[in-house]
């Protein structure tokens, strides 16, 4: 704790625990569950609220102001900004995402382990155990054919008619009624996110949770991590309320991979730290069916065409109204026709794993994230959708809206889509979106090309864990839920063994 | 996100002008009825919570659409002082220009118009959005005292 601290003092909040973790998404949660279950004395600290499902909003604006971070207009800085999605919520962005389950792809693991030095973490056997303990603990099963849903039906026909790769997606909600408001919080709790799985096992194991309190840097003492300093907020307004410090013998960031790097290098950490920043961004195309689709019915994300060789995933993804609208052509009475048949839409997406690496500073008004697509990663890009255009004509559609800046704003036909593909897209054509995140703190046995240890520890403050997608040092091309819980799971397994027993801060 | 006086009239025109209200409603078409639509609130609730660059932005958006005529010499004054035809046809104007800020932020006010709009319990109502839904389980959606939504089975 540095002089500013001391002399600043009022506390608002004081605590002490064994284990704090800071934030309570995929990675946090995971370890505190693990650490709990295994007798630590272990404290939650979250920025957001705790969201009752019962009290989450329904309506597109509602949700994203209330559980996702800046009201889901964080954005990378640059000449074309891309969105950049995070929950900050009790629960993180497992709160809002759709459930999708990958293990972690066999190339990554050997490339984790070969060039990363990172064969402990990413050992095979111990994964695999892993894996089947969380597949059971959050009821991952295959989207079954019931909860499908008109939009993900489409799109299995259309990828069966051109022989692509498809299969149902495989989620955390084996008993999902295809309310398709995962964005908004499963109506009732049939997906198996981190607030009404893994955090209340964790609590009933005796972990505490302090809400609305964030985080702003760990308090390190003779070289070594003893806690962390933060503010209080206020839930409606999110204004700071005054200061709190938490002691422990551990320290556990998993704030994610914005503002992981942040809390570490205002806590004084500097090489690699903000760097090697990675994503999958993605983008979607809009299909209009002369019958009704009813995408209002199905699971949000229900099927999906894996092309890893290609380096993309394509999606199908159902929309609340008032996005879906936003994304159809048209002003004034042409739009108003196109919106009064909200049920006739389909949407499906790509998610382009980027070679692209980008870098988290500090910024004025909070992180500045630094990326910008390269020229063969938006090769992919358009290849992807070009690929989903195509995919909505074979399903059957009378309009394509590719929502693609410089190229036509509807197409009709097959024909029209190879046009499109000829045509040389501009740079900030392609409208992104990025929401699976990686790197900022990556993990490492090499010191000098890493923030972290294979255990997780960093290699410059003993007793400073960094437990979330942060210390991926690569991306992966799949959805990255599975494997952050799965590589915490195991970081925190041997920590809880290093750790001892129970013992007081 | 407060706005001045005059933001909040070019933003209710400029709103207005992706799908102007009618007290008639035309066949096929989604028309709001008059005063049926909060767009200044829902606007300002949905900014509540938005970065410090995005409400810049929101700002800055708002201007150079509301002083559009007079940048793109159709006429000497705000939106609001057109009629509804020169709001269409200048906001189609500005969705396909050529430069890249006008368009993007041209855009960016049409997915604030899209969000209040159908954030409206009785326009997603009409737009048919949650037919497949109701044909699949018997869910309503009531309007609570905030005016955000509740389902109720």
């Known amino acids: 704790m540095g002089l500013f601290d001391r002399l600043r003092g009022g506390w608002v909040y004081e605590d002490d625990a064994d284990y704090v973790i800071v934030g309570t998404g995929a990675g946090g949660a995971t370890a505190g569950k693990v650490l709990a279950e295994a007798g630590h004395d272990v404290l939650f600290l979250e920025e957001g609220p705790r969201l009752k499902t019962k009290d989450r909003p329904r309506d597109a604006i509602g949700a994203l102001s209330g559980s996702m971070r800046q009201a889901a207009t964080q954005t990378t800085a640059g000449p074309v900004p891309i969105p950049v999605l995070q929950g900050v919520c009790v629960g993180g962005s497992t709160a809002m995402n759709s459930g999708i389950i990958w293990r972690m792809p066999e190339d990554v693991r050997e490339d984790w382990i070969t060039n990363h030095g990172l064969a402990s973490l990413v050992d095979e056997g111990e994964l695999e155990r892993i894996y089947e303990t969380v597949e059971e603990d959050l009821e991952v099963s295959p989207t079954g054919d019931d909860v499908l849903g008109g939009n993900a039906t489409l799109m299995r026909q259309a990828s069966e008619k051109l022989g692509l790769p498809g299969k149902p997606m495989s989620r955390n909600a084996a008993r999902c009624d295809g309310k398709g408001e995962c964005l908004q919080g499963c109506p009732g709790e049939k997906r198996q996110s981190m607030d009404v799985s893994y955090v209340p096992r964790a609590m009933a194991a005796g972990a505490r949770l302090s809400t609305l309190c964030r985080v702003e840097k760990v308090w390190i003492e003779g070289g070594r991590a003893v806690g962390v300093i933060g503010s209080k907020m206020d839930r409606h307004t999110r204004k700071p309320l005054g200061r709190f410090r938490v002691r422990a013998r551990h320290v556990i960031v998993s704030a994610g991979v914005v503002h992981t790097p942040i809390i570490l290098k205002r806590s004084g950490l500097g090489g690699l730290v903000g760097h090697r920043f990675q994503a999958h961004p993605g983008a979607a195309i809009v299909g209009r069916f002369a019958e009704p689709v009813r995408m209002s019915y199905g699971a949000t994300q229900g099927y999906e065409v894996p092309m890893r060789s290609r380096g993309f995933k394509l999606e199908s993804l159902s929309l609340p109204p008032e996005m879906l609208a936003a994304r159809l052509p048209g002003v004034g009475a042409e739009w ?5 048949n909200l049920d006739c839409y389909t949407q499906w997406c790509a998610q382009v794993r980027m070679e692209a690496k980008g870098r988290v500073v500090p910024g004025p008004f909070g992180p500045l994230v630094f990326y910008q697509p390269t020229a063969r990663d938006l090769a992919k890009a358009k290849e992807a ?9 074979e399903a059957g559609a009378v309009e394509v809206y590719p929502g693609i800046g410089g190229i036509p704003e509807v197409l009709r036909s097959p024909a029209e889509v190879d046009a499109v593909e000829a045509q040389k897209w501009s740079p900030a054509a392609i409208h992104l979106v990025a929401s699976h995140l990686f790197g900022t703190a990556c993990a490492g046995a090499n010191p000098g090309r890493s923030v972290v240890g294979p ?3 960093s290699h410059e403050v003993a007793g400073l864990y960094v437990m979330d997608a942060s210390v991926f040092p690569t991306n992966m091309g799949v959805n990255p839920q599975h494997s952050i819980m799965a590589v915490t799971y195991r970081a925190a397994e041997q920590l809880a063994l290093r750790g001892g027993a129970r013992q007081a801060a | 996100m407060r706005l001045t006086w005059w933001e909040k009239r070019w933003l209710e025109a400029i709103f207005e002008g992706f799908a102007p209200p009618r007290a008639d409603a035309a066949e096929g078409l989604l028309t709001p009825e008059p005063g049926e639509v909060d767009h200044v609130g829902r606007f300002a609730e949905m900014n509540e919570h938005a970065s410090p660059i995005a409400k810049l932005g929101m700002h800055v958006a708002v201007h150079l659409v509301g002083l559009a005529p007079v940048w793109t010499g159709t006429k000497l ?7 509804e035809e020169a709001r269409v046809a200048l906001l189609e104007e500005l969705m396909e220009h050529p430069f890249a800020l006008v368009k993007e932020l041209s855009w960016l006010m049409k997915v604030q118009a899209a969000m209040t709009l159908f954030g409206t319990p009785s326009i997603r109502a009409r737009s048919g959005y949650d037919r497949g839904r109701e044909e699949k389980m018997p869910v309503r959606l009531r309007v ?10």
């Not at chain 1, 959708?385 to 004509?393: D, P, T």
């Not at chain 2, 705000?78 to 009629?83: A, E, M, P, Q, V």
């Open chain 2, 144 to 153: 609570k005292k905030d005016g955000s939504m509740k389902e109720v089975a």
């Open chain 1, 455 to 457: 255990d997780l520890q």
């Open chain 1, 336 to 340: 108003q026709e196109r919106v009064a």
């Open chain 2, 77 to 83: 004054a705000g939106f609001d002082r057109l009629d």
């Open chain 1, 385 to 393: 959708l070009v690929l989903i255009c195509r995919m909505m004509f």
